[in-house]
């Protein structure tokens, strides 16, 4: 009978506290904040709190009205807590809010129907203002689980003067991290971005507002502001695949955006040849050999190196000596963009040919910047380059510029084509000047030949009589008497049509707008065509 009567009372005691544990079940919303600014974001929590796990969601949680409150962010929860003895669990979901405009909002209630029971919860009112200063403005709200920071190395740049940039993803669940897809960039309107390429970097620990946060780098650029004044860099974002109520969604986070005053670059002390390279470099320059022969070729190197906006490097150009030529330089780009910004180098070569021996000096090139650091000008200086040449020396040749068409036809060399020629071989940089020459001479030749074939070819059908048909076949092809088998040549003078002084003029001029071409090949070619035109012009030959 006692034994009956205690297994009674302990029945009773087990269904009178599951009545009561199943009655100890709260469901409330609670804010981190109740003013903001626009812009900013808020997180409300709306929390299950039970002293036993074994209630059941009938229907899963409705979300509030958030008027003028934008998504962006969903974090589920649950905490054990022990109060005197007794367990107490709170199961949840922290929902985080972006404020798009100011004024007075109300976050209105969430309902959530447990074991069928329906439970609201009260809602939340809260007073947003106006958006804050541009130094807020450049700081990412940390009072949330989840958010994007960009952050700049430098808010007050010169024009041109490099800064780095990173956008770096926060969050207090680990499993977030993995869960961000569809980067997307902001405009970077102002700027000359470079995104660097390097290797991942690994998930950190850090303390955010005195809170432990999970981070990692998820973008890195190098950027250039190419104007002066405010700059402003949109905010970049991310997508957060969160499981929630409803299932796997996909929710959009924002960084801050970030506001840059770029300066520009001083008009005191700016020297002539600057070009708006801006950063901290060297220069120096080189030659291959320092001892050739004449007509041998020698490379000139120019090396600009360094750290800053290779983008805007304008090599200087060699002046080189008088006899010796020079070929359109070319340049080689050897930079990169690291994680600390752009370095590396950018080379000129210039290929130079000597025309007669001596001991030659290239003059020192010159090359300015402006140091951001050290917020003044730099102007750099070569040394000299000092080259031997071995052969005869123009003095000792007793060849020059000016004599180069001695020797020739007097009436020829009169010709203004041909001095317009001689003119143009003393400035020409991109070719050899002793093949010009030997061109020249090869066309006089052809053409004194060409006068002498023609007067031959006339005097041999002069020496046949004209035939008349009562002529037997002695009589027809007899030779006329010669008097003397020399022949004496007399110059011929031909006709030059103005047709032909117009197209000739047209060659020449479009000669001289290829001097500098940078493919000395289409110079000769051009050369050749004039030199050959005024052949066939000058002798009457097609």
Known sequence: MGTSRFTHTMLLFVLTSI???AQNITFKAEANRKSLAVGESLQVGFFIEA????????SPMRYPEHQGLRLVGENKTQNVQYVNGKGQIQDGIILIFNAEKEGKLRIGSARIVIDGKTYTTKPIDIEVTKSGTSTLSNRANTNQPVFLQTNVSN??????????????MFSRDLGLLNRKRNFRQGKLEGLSPKMVTSRPESIKQEMVSGKPYFSE?????????????????DPFSVDILVSGIYGTEAYEIRSNPVTIHAKGIPMEGRPKNFAGAVGDFKLKSSINKTEINANE?????????GTGNFNKIAIPEVKAPQNIETYAPKRHNNFKTYEDGMQGSVTSEVVMVPEYGGNYTISPVEFSYFDPKKEKFVTLKSEEVHLTVNGETAQELGTGNDMAFKGHN??????????????????VSGGNGKWLWTAGGLLF????????????????????VEIHPEMDDKQRFAPKAVSSPIVEVQPTTIQVSEESKRVLKQKLDKLQENIHHPDF???FQLQEDLLCEMGMKFTGTD
């Open 19 to 21: 009545v009561t544990l």
């Open 51 to 58: 002293d036993a796990m074994d209630y059941s969601i009938d």
């Open 155 to 168: 808010s007050n740049p010169y024009v041109n003067e490099q800064v780095n940039l990173t956008v770096k």
């Open 217 to 233: 780098e998820i973008a890195k650029y190098v950027v250039f502001p190419e104007k002066e004044g405010q700059i402003t860099i």
């Open 297 to 305: 070729s020698a490379n000139l190197k120019v090396e600009i190196s």
């Open 410 to 427: 007097e009436d020829t060399s009169k010709n203004p084509l041909v001095e317009s020629v001689a003119e143009i071989s003393e400035t």
């Open 445 to 464: 030749a052809s053409i004194l030949g060409l006068l002498l074939l023609r007067r031959k070819k006339e005097d041999n059908e002069d020496q046949y």
């Open 521 to 523: 090949k289409t110079f």
